[in-house]
């Protein structure tokens, strides 16, 4: 650890010393929020938490980016990107340096094709994902905490996925279009049986003045069928749609999903049974100008069941929904601060018995960005 921090520190040094002579920039987030939570159930136990956290809008990371202009017209580009926890000053994994995103790319009148370890595009993290927090949910993409953003109701995500590329065409009458592949998102390309774990993505998306669309859609092919927990996994698969229209007093924020063989997020303490699962879910979001910032309200709603039921004995329903309220001020263009509020039920039905949780949070926060 010492000897990687030590090349770290060296690296960056280095790398400002010649930012003189290429387009190489140092950036990042810091985000800080003090939260309170509480979590009920069934039997009547409760959970209280305190805790000062961070990223509770936005992960804290930092990065170095460059980009060089070529002969017609082309440009060739670079971002390492990584995560970090701001209360605790460590890295967000121990075996990643670059755990966000580690890219090289090109683009041209042709679009653009990128490289490397990238965030999924049906995610928030890296510069290829399509599900950007103020795009299609102010509330953000966190999962464990009981706000209304887009995890806890879809299954996007917040992680990169290795040996990636992504090609985006050039924008054509507000058009653009999306695919991404990985032969292997774990990182084990060089192994015998190289058709597993491989990720599939497209998306298109449209553009034009308050208008925002897309339609998105993925698959990872397992390769071989999994077995976990006794019980057999087939490709998993989502088509997800959003939408945002701007009417200047009000924005709304549309997303919805349809899923199959997929894993279901957590959301804080509230954890399913981890096994694929058939459903829906989706979020609605609105936002206004109010007193200098902008104020939100939000709920989201899914429901699922565990993929290839065969009977009422072998029934595992989950159903959830919440709501949230929010504001966001700017101090300036680099600094804001944030609150949100939030609630979230989630039922777990075998038939018949049931189980039902309920999730409270409240955040303030103060984001950075430099």
């Known amino acids: ?214 339609i998105l859609l993925d698959t990872t092919n397992l390769g071989n069928v999994e077995v976990v927990s006794d019980r057999t996994h087939k490709d998993p698969f989502s088509i997800g749609v959003q939408t945002t229209y701007d009417f200047g007093f009000l924005k709304t924020f549309i997303m919805a999903e349809y899923f199959k063989e997929s894993y279901l997020n957590n959301c804080g303490e509230l954890k399913p049974v981890k096994q694929n699962y058939d459903g829906f879910g989706g979020t609605i979001v609105l936002q206004w100008p109010l007193a200098g910032g902008k104020a939100k309200i939000g709920m989201g709603y899914m429901s699922a069941e565990r993929s290839n039921q065969t009977n009422t004995t072998d029934k595992y329903d989950v159903s959830r929904w919440g709501a949230s309220i929010g504001y966001d001020y700017e101090l300036t263009k680099r600094t804001h601060i944030y609150t949100d509020a939030g609630f979230v039920k989630q039922t777990i039905d075998t038939s018949p018995k049931s189980e039902n949780k309920k999730g409270y949070e409240y955040i303030l926060g103060v984001v950075h960005y430099f």
């Open 1 to 214: 650890m010492k000897m990687r921090n030590i090349l770290l520190g060296a690296s960056l040094s280095a790398i400002a010393l010649s930012a003189s002579a290429a387009d190489v920039r140092l950036y990042g987030v810091l985000d800080y929020g003090f939260t309170v939570s509480r979590q009920t159930g069934d039997g009547g136990s409760t959970q209280y938490n305190v805790t000062m956290k961070s990223g509770g809008r936005n992960a804290s990371r930092f990065g170095l980016k460059g980009s060089e202009d070529l002969a017609n017209n082309l440009k060739v580009s670079f971002i390492l990107e990584s995560q970090f926890l701001g209360d605790t000053g460590t890295l967000q994994t121990n075996n990643r340096l670059w755990e966000r995103e580690a890219s090289l790319a090109i683009s041209g009148d042709f679009g653009k094709l990128t490289f490397g370890r990238l965030g999924y595009m049906k995610g928030s993290v890296s510069s290829v994902a399509l599900l950007n927090a103020y795009r299609v949910n102010p509330f953000g993409g966190i999962q464990d905490q009981y706000i209304t953003g887009f995890k806890p109701y879809t299954t996007g995500t917040t992680w990169s996925v290795d040996n990636s590329i992504v090609y985006a065409t050039s924008k054509f009458s507000g058009f653009t279009g999306y695919l991404q592949y990985s032969n292997a998102t774990d990182g084990q390309e060089g192994r015998t049986n190289n058709a597993k774990n491989r990720y599939f993505a497209g998306a298109i998306r449209y553009e034009n003045g308050p208008v925002f669309a897309q």
